[in-house]
């Protein structure tokens, strides 16, 4: 199916049904209620669970692959970004040719900077592209503001010319990113008793943007080439004495990886259409570091699963305060309240931080694989259990 053999193909049919019908499995909870604090089935936060997947599948291409750990990939995103916006300025609202130049612009940034930076491998590679991501901050903060609109970011304006395109809608305000007449806005509810469940046009156009980008991952990882970069992780030095010189496999998934990401800030921009510098901050490439570690680094779907995990705590953990964990706990006496209160708080709201650092401790100590480790781990428990059943259920031959 697809060029795919039969274990990869249900993965990606697995992956396609979770994003399809992610609106009811990501609000569980009905409208109302005390837990619905933990439903996440809105667009805003679907698109970016989508969104960082992408940019944490091409992360996992070069780190995976090849072990090259770049700390500065939030250049990549920050790049693809503004050529989004400068392309929705320029030329239309259409967010086609906008992605298109956001994955070609980081690209050639990825080919650029790769190719100073593969000079060098282990910690000092990762301190270059730190520095080079630092460097980019830098000048689209303070140096290239007519380019990059400096602190306040680049954003859209009524004076833009857009060649193939209404500057202005009929009431006279900035048109929204569409894609031949659908606005990336536009959403749909559907009500079932006390659920609310939200189909966003947005979300299911990143959604395939990332099926196909997942799809492409499995293609590399399968392929000659991603055999290569398995060879150029596993013993880079011997693959220097076979006379094969890793540099140009390790640029080309440097630039792949780089196009991922470029394609991810495309889409931020295409839902919302501002770039700022804050993209390229250093912490920006720390975070898909933890999304690739915690789901699983060199796996295809570990990536995902991490860029999920922690966008989920960001956006819900982080909106949970005392007044909610108060009315979680009002059965109890007052003083026993309090203190649950008090004991739980600096976990949560501002504190959400040192929750996903204690989750990110324990992930490292007992499951270094990952959460896909993790499953693993689950599913040949479920199977032990379900080969001894038939076993304990034999009687003894009768003598």
Known sequence: MFGLDKKDASLLLIVAALVAFAPFLLNPFPEGSAMAQFNAGYPDLMQRFVIFGIFAIGFNILFGLTGYLS???????????????????????NVLPAIILAVITSGIFALVIGYVSLRRSGIYFSILTLAF???????????????????????????????????TTAEGNIPVPGLFGLEMRDSSELVLGNWVFTFNVGYYFAAIVMLLSFYLAIRIFRSPFGMMLRAVK?????????????????????????MYAGLAGGLM?????????????????GEVVLMTILGG????????????????????????NSDILHGWFAFLPDGLE????????????????????????????????????????????????????PKSAKTEPAE
């Open 269 to 285: 921009a295409s839902m919302d259409p501002l770039a700022g510098a804050e993209r390229m901050f250093w912490t920006a490439s």
């Open 133 to 167: 991501a630092q460097m980019s901050f830098a000048l689209a903060y303070s140096v290239l503001t007519p380019i990059t609109g400096g602190e306040t970011g680049l954003q859209l304006a009524l004076d833009d010319p857009r060649i193939f395109g209404s500057a």
């Open 297 to 320: 680094v060199g796996t295809l779907i570990g990536p995902v699963l991490g860029a999920g995990m922690i966008k989920y705590m960001e956006n819900i953990i982080s909106k949970i």
């Open 234 to 258: 596993s013993n880079q030095q011997r693959l220097n004495y076979t006379g094969l010189n890793p540099r140009p496999y390790t640029l080309a998934a440097f630039v792949i990886s780089g």
């Open 71 to 93: 700390f500065g990939h939030a250049a990549f995103l920050g790049v693809g970004s503004y050529a989004a916006v400068w392309m929705f300025k320029l030329l239309s609202m």
């Open 338 to 389: 309090d203190l649950v209160v008090t004991m739980i708080y600096p976990f949560i709201g501002k504190g959400w931080h040192l929750t996903l650092g204690i989750v990110f401790m324990l992930v490292v100590i007992f499951l270094p694989g990952g959460l896909v480790e993790g499953g693993q781990r689950v599913a040949k428990l479920f199977g032990r259990k379900k080969t001894d059943e």
